[in-house]
């Protein structure tokens, strides 16, 4: 019985978190806006889990914690490309307004963030041939790689409220992320993972009982950006081409 329950949680965690995403994907595509999901998240998400298979190669962890890296991984690619074609007109992209250093991540096509991305893997692969044998920069990359994924709530945080709203945030995707990383929390201290899992999990966490704090406090309706005409969006787009 507990051999069963125990694989029956492994494969919860390998598939589960991936499948959050699943209907906020099919939220943009029905609506063809992806306004209120910060892309942010899957940057974060992709780069963290890349980080964690590297992670795996120094220190062997939990064989269905890998399997959700990769399935996280073909998740977010798909979800950024469905983000990136159906972003909001009013968006950096759109009007060339980008304030990040280098416009990073509001790249306007989806093969700048694969060409990002590819350099990404090569520079962490080289390190990794380097100082791969290296306990210290081991476990360095674990913290690396579960401090990245636990700051993953962090600019949805932000962008709701900016907005002071969660339009276009579903409930299910937030229902998951508190279900799943109060689950993931429990299953790390039982399994006995590294204690970068754990102390990473807690503090992500405490950020998704914030973002449960934000919806009771704001609501979902939709902000004024998303309230504005047709013609209010062609004219914001007319007047900064000029």
């Not at 636990?150 to 962008?159: F, V």
């Not at 992320?177 to 970068?196: A, E, H, M, R």
């Not at 704090?213 to 504005?228: D, E, K, S, V």
């Amino acid at each position: 019985m507990t051999t069963w329950v125990s694989t029956l949680a492994s494969v919860g965690m390998a598939v589960g978190p991936p499948l959050v995403y699943a209907d906020q994907a099919y939220s943009i595509v029905r609506k063809q806006d992806a306004t209120g999901f910060s892309r942010d998240v899957c940057a974060i998400l992709l780069l963290a889990n890349i980080t964690r298979c590297f992670f795996w190669l120094g220190n062997r962890f939990e064989t269905a914690l890998l399997v959700q890296s990769f399935l996280m991984i073909i998740a977010q690619l798909a979800l950024l490309y469905i983000c990136i074609r159906f972003r909001p007109r009013l968006s950096p992209e759109s009007l060339g307004a980008s304030t990040r250093p280098f416009s990073f991540w509001q790249w306007p096509t989806y093969t700048q963030h694969l060409e990002f991305l590819a350099a990404f893997i090569l520079c962490e692969s080289i390190l990794f041939l380097i100082l791969g044998r290296s306990e210290v920069f081991v476990s360095i990359l674990g913290f690396v790689a579960l401090g990245l994924e636990s700051t993953l709530p962090i600019p949805q945080l932000i962008s709701n409220y900016k907005q002071r709203s969660l339009y276009g945030f579903r409930m299910s995707t937030l229902i998951g992320w508190f279900g799943g990383d109060s689950f993931k929390t429990v299953y790390f201290f039982l399994q006995g993972s590294p204690l970068q899992f754990k102390v990473c999990a807690i503090f992500q966490l405490s950020i998704d009982c914030a973002i449960v704090l934000q919806r009771i406090w704001y609501g979902n309706a939709p902000p004024a950006t998303a309230l504005m005409e047709d013609e209010d969006i062609e004219q914001a787009l007319a007047l900064d081409e000029e």
